[in-house]
Nanobody, 116 residues
Framework: QVQLVESGGGLVQAGGSLRLSCARS????????MGWYRQAPGKQRELVAR???????IYTDSVKGRFTISRDNAKNTVYLEMNSLKPEDTAVYFC??????????WGQGTRVTVSS
């Protein structure tokens, strides 16, 4: 059974940093992309960052220069380093995995709260 388990969320003051981790278990064939999405209260889920199988990355404009997505293939883990956090970054952050066969997997989410 495939599982994506996020960790690292919490409460932090504006300007602070957090590192989210997403540990993958179970066998997934032909992973094409892994990423992070977030959903703030009353808002739709939105893309934060993606890292593709070849190593390229994309970020939503609001986090460029502050967040960094990376992966450790040996540990089956994807990270999201978040610096210079702002109150508007407050959300539940979800890990995502997409395959070349159009299968999608989601984690349960980890809450990030940034106080002003």
């Amino acid at each position: 059974q495939v599982q994506l388990v996020e960790s690292g969320g919490g409460l932090v003051q504006a300007g602070g940093s957090l590192r989210l981790s997403c540990a993958r278990s179970g066998r997934i064939s032909s992973i094409n992309v892994m990423g992070w999405y977030r959903q703030a209260p009353g808002k739709q889920r939105e893309l934060v960052a993606r890292i593709f199988s070849g190593g390229s990355t994309i970020y939503t404009d609001s986090v460029k220069g502050r967040f960094t997505i990376s992966r450790d293939n040996a540990k089956n883990t994807v990270y999201l380093e978040m610096n210079s956090l702002k109150p508007e970054d407050t959300a539940v952050y979800f890990c995502y995995c997409g395959t070349a066969f159009a299968n999608e997997y989601w984690g349960q989410g980890t809450r990030v709260t940034v106080s002003s």
